[in-house]
């Protein structure tokens, strides 16, 4: 029937209006409220972008001092939690036990299920950026059966996460500051993102008016899928499986064999044509990470073998493929010691700003109308009852 326009997978429907994210692909351009990204990756903190995202503008220093307070101060989460995390088994996912314990939030705050007021929006916004890590890394704990780290309240917010992951309680920890800066752009790089997947969801789940927690939750869900935060674990897995430089040509030629599937992962960009402007700000951030650190691995000089092939080879140049924001994060978050299942949960502590931003931006809208499309049925007509 001609009644509806169909779009798979949405490529040419725009599902809202919104004055958070900038992106232009064939400009490689990505902007939040119109600063651009890698001003805020390279002179800006994480807390500075999500104040941002938030507030609409980025917070003056005191602004940002209370933010950082609130941040500390909300971290902690309710006792109870800790019942939740006990019934997992061991080896549980930690994306599983994050979206379990996002939604049980919930359970704990349901008197705001109905929250309609900016302080409210506020309050359920920064206890929720600040409680994910904490869930995060205790999530991370339980499923290896290590004890939990409660936060740090003299640490920042992104130095208290990878305390959380890294303490032992007998064992001093060693942070660097390269080590907190780099992880700190990744969360930057990845706070908004406009209509991909899992800010649908949110929106989607925001439209019926569902509790904040339970949007979220779905974005995580969303997240998890290989096709969308999955990507970095899938570079390291395929740098591993290649394994040794002598390997690399091999995957090359099988890369551009139009009869093999092979791809290779951390290459391409569906938006971003001539370059990701994340992966350029990530790139340099890994050079320096290598550098600092005296990483020497094979897994490093495998990367860049393929990286050095891949941006002189005519196949790869002709197609626009270039290394994504996943091929260098995969990198940076294996040199941070960082195991690979917890690579989407770090994507999740970025971009949960920008989940939050945009269900606060469709919260406010005069009149929220609910995300229901319509479809093209294909089956049988009206049937005649056998019995
Ligand atoms: N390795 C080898 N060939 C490739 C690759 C690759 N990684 N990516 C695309 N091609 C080829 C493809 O075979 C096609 O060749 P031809 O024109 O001769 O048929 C051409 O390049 C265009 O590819 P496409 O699949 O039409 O491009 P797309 O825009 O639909 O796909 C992509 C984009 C990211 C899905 C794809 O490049 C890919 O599969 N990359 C590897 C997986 C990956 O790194 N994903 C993470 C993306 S970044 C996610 C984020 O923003 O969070």
Redesign the pocket.
Known sequence: TGMFTFDRGYTSTASCRSKITYIDGDKGKLMYRGYDISYLATKKTFLDTAYLLLNKELPTKEELDSFKEEMAKRSFIHEGMKKLFDSFVDQAHPMAILSAGVSALSTFYFDHLDIDSPEEYMEMANRIIAKIPTIAAFSYRYSNGLPIIYPDLQKGFTENFLYMMRAYPHKHVDLTAIEIKALDTIFTL?AD?EQ?ASTTAVRNLGSTHAHPYAAISAGIGALWGR???G??E??IRQLEMIGTVDRVDEFIAR??D?DDP????????????NF?P?AKILKKIRDELIEELGIDSELVAVANKIENIALNDE??IS???YP????YSGLILQALKIPKDMFAVI?VIGRTPGWISQWIELKEQETIKIARPRQLYLGPDDRTPIH
């Open positions: 990845h993102h991909n096709a969308h935060g990507a970095n899938s570079v890369a551009k139009k092979f791809r290779l992962m951390g290459f391409g960009h569906r938006v971003y044509k990701d994340r196949y790869f197609r626009n493929l994504n924001i996943d091929f994507f």
